[in-house]
């Protein structure tokens, strides 16, 4: 993708120095490596090569690759961080990005942190810390350039030069504000770039200004963007008070992981990385939907035994029909959509595929067991006569269940797998074929297994 | 969301200027909207309003109207503009956008365009034209600035001027190149703006570029944006060439559009904006995964048919069940996800809500029917003897099925509809919750239903 991808480090370059114990080399190489791959390669890596890594590099090139990193790379390399360091890393940091990073130490860190900063630059952060992630207050920055309606071009040029620290605001043009604070215009750099310096900034600026109260969600921030395909969109407190600018660049992770919790929501799963989790953390996101699918099969299992009470063993079996063909839809769309999602994203690396391929099929399998052994149970009592449980006839089902419901979750994570390796978008073939294919074999599986397992037709 | 929310137009308030005849209030009632949300109100607009409206737009208001309008307003005006008019338009519109207009008029006009637009602008268009419109080439812009490596910043700036045409680039930077066109480095608008004008270029660009073929699919090119939190990113050809800019606006949409599709697709439906399209259009576009899940299910049906031959009218019933289950949990979850998806991305907007739910549920009643004849027809003959069609038993199935269907339409459509009025996410109660709702009253309607018509257990 890069101009020479030939010439672009990798993370095996990385590993494989890593390996060897000089410092100079590595030093060298990180010299190389942008600090947005390597932020990614990190999470790759074990702590003592995390901290390594850490220790060669220096200066801009620390504050960078905290700038790009993940949470769960922060997190791990915080503690390692002296008060001190964090605080030199902060320095070159913007504002939005330093209140994101403090979240993750802890209060007496973030204290010492904000009192060796700048004082003017720690109430900034602070009053940001206090807005909550998901809203246009926690995606502004309150570092921007901003000036009054009298000012000219040149005023504005020299307020960027003044503004314009180590940490370095927002290239996002300069805001124009009424001696109350209001904002009344915006002018872009291109426009200062263009226009005679001597121009009063008032004749060239946009007065038809979009803006939003600090409380708006991150999603109505992310409609403004693009309905009015703005390059920045000023923050207001309740009385109009300009008091933040976010940019257009902060946009994209809201676009994309909102999109990400609806869909992940939608198949009744966590609105997180699912690939990156642990398999039992994953079991735990997605049991809540499959049991709740396991409830409502037994009570229509149930119903169906009142409407039918002298229906016999096939129609003892085929009353809990439902249940399977509602686990395998789900435990297919659940893996599919986590896969295709992943895919669609880029969480999912080739080195990676195979591993979380397992993984999946692994999360699959053990919500079968758990959904398997749940109806085993209740089948048993529900089907017994008195007080005596009908164990045969709970394993028959309960094991029926285990068996497809693993094979759903087999089929869940080897469709979209393959599509992607014969180079099929794997988002066309996941849905509705797949919940098919699902629905028939899981059927037809449980049908052959429960019969088998002591129950003849 | 607005500064001044209470003084800002609305779409009430055109359209009661529309309704009387004078041309001069409308005019400048025009001049306080925002482009972006005139093009939104234009789909509301029969197309006599639509041209009034366009009437009284004349300049640049008609060039940023057409630049801001979906592809449907584009398609309505498209024909009522000259070639000439068109030609006016297209000349203040950056390069992408021209080529998008103009890819929705016949052939001849847009040669005619062509002939009358500068001729090296007209060159470039036709190249831009060339791209797939899902890839690099396809999003890019060739109106950009680029300076040679022996440039200083006074030269850079120079450059700009002179380039800034009333079509106005991309306002991203400038890029540097070698003799060759192939980029080497880059500098943004903020950069130029805070270094002394004699800085030779190459002593503040930044080296380290990342870049894209522009055959590169649109999804990986969003994925450099959110990864690098790229501003702006150079196109090559296959020689490496700078080609093309894409901007960090021209992403937005990318990201919402992909995330879109892969979410109508993983419920089996087309990815376009499902409320704004006709009911019968909607029909057609869900039908597939429907008609894939009677078919599932009446193979289904037949397969436990020969396994449990001496079933009875119970069994008879219940190896219809799948059919049922299968389709619920379908058409709840598209009609479900069409909705979540449109309250978040703000395509249904409030005035809206009442037809698209009324649509909606329509369109679920119309899936109910075509299934349920379906299978009314099929079951027909296969539960029949010999030649003869057991019409009341098909009945009997076809009927409960296009009952229960519907039902599972109507949840559906409320469970998202309430949450959104009582202040829930729809899009955490829509998934799981929903599933379970209508597989259990799906099933139970069913068999009642069944029973009723003529088959009692």
Not at 57 to 62: I, M, V
Not at 88 to 97: K, L, Y
Not at 264 to 272: F, K, M, Y
Not at 273 to 283: F, G, I
Request: charged share 25%; proline share 5%; net charge negative.
């Amino acid at each position: 993708m890069a101009t020479e991808p030939e010439r672009r480090p990798e993370l095996k370059d990385l590993e494989a120095l890593l390996r060897s114990s000089e410092e100079r080399p590595l030093a060298d190489f990180l010299e190389e490596v942008h600090p947005a791959d390597l932020a990614e390669w990190m999470e790759e890596l074990d702590e003592a090569e995390a901290l390594r890594v850490l220790g060669a590099l220096h200066g801009e090139n620390r504050t960078e690759l905290l700038s790009f990193a993940d949470d769960s790379v922060r997190e791990s390399l915080l503690p390692h961080l002296s008060a001190k360091e964090l605080t030199n890393i902060v320095e070159g940091m913007p504002a939005d990005e330093v209140v994101d990073l403090l979240a993750l130490t802890d209060e007496e860190t973030t204290n010492q942190v904000l009192r060796k900063v700048d004082f003017e630059r720690a109430a900034g952060l602070r009053e940001l810390a206090s807005y909550n992630a998901d809203t246009a207050g926690g995606l502004m920055t309150s570092e921007y350039v901003a000036v009054g309606e009298e000012a000219h071009v040149s005023d504005a040029i020299k307020e960027i030069k003044s503004e314009e620290g180590p940490a370095g605001e927002e290239e996002v043009g300069v805001f124009v504000i009424d001696p109350a604070g209001l904002p009344v215009g915006y002018v872009s750099d291109r426009e200062l770039l263009t226009t005679p310096i001597h121009t009063p900034i008032r004749d060239i600026m946009e007065t038809d200004l979009i803006s939003v109260p600090a409380n708006a969600d991150q999603e109505d921030v992310a409609h403004l963007f693009r309905k009015y395909s703005l390059a920045a969109l000023p923050v207001l407190d309740p009385e109009g008070v300009l008091i933040g600018v976010i940019s257009s660049e902060d946009i994209h992770d809201v676009l994309e992981d909102e999109a990400e919790e609806d869909i992940l929501r939608i198949v009744g799963t966590s609105p997180r990385e699912q690939t990156k989790l642990p398999v039992l953390v994953r079991v735990r996101h997605r049991l809540p939907l499959q049991a709740l699918t396991v409830v409502g099969g037994l009570v229509t299992a149930y119903l169906l035994g009142r409407a039918f009470p002298d229906g016999g063993d096939t129609t003892d079996i085929l009353r809990y029909l439902p249940i399977i063909i509602g686990l395998a839809g789900n435990v297919g769309i659940q893996s599919s959509t986590v896969l295709v999602r992943a895919y669609a994203t880029g969480e999912l690396s080739a080195e990676r595929e195979n591993s979380v391929l397992a993984s999946e099929i692994l999360v699959g399998c053990l919500i079968g067991l758990v959904c398997g052994t749940a109806t085993f149970l209740v089948a048993s009592y529900m089907e017994g006569s008195g007080s005596a449980p009908n164990y045969p006839f709970g394993f028959a089902i309960g094991g029926a269940i285990a068996v497809s419901v693993s094979w759903a979750a087999l089929l869940g994570c080897l469709v979209p797998f393959t599509c992607e390796r014969i180079g099929i978008d794997p988002a066309v073939v996941a849905g509705p074929f797949l919940i098919t294919l699902s629905d028939i074999s899981g059927a037809a599986i449980f049908v052959f297994v429960a019969t088998s397992l002591g129950l003849s037709g």
